[in-house]
């Protein structure tokens, strides 16, 4: 059933923000993760933080 989940981040605008969901995404076995928009991505912060 998690499976069919879907994460959407509409126009980010902190590359943290979307590292810190990818984390805690991961932690409860979502897998998909939609960006619309995104100010700064991909970024280095968003990849420290995930």
């Not at 499976?3 to 981040?9: E, F, G, K, P």
């Not at 810190?20 to 420290?48: E, I």
Request: no cysteine; net charge positive.
């Amino acid at each position: 059933m998690l499976s069919r989940v879907i994460i959407v981040l509409v126009e980010p605008t902190h590359p943290g923000n979307i590292g810190a969901t990818a984390r805690a995404m991961k932690n409860m076995g979502l897998k998909r993760l939609h960006l619309v928009s995104p100010h700064h991505f991909p970024s280095a912060d968003a990849t420290s933080r995930a």
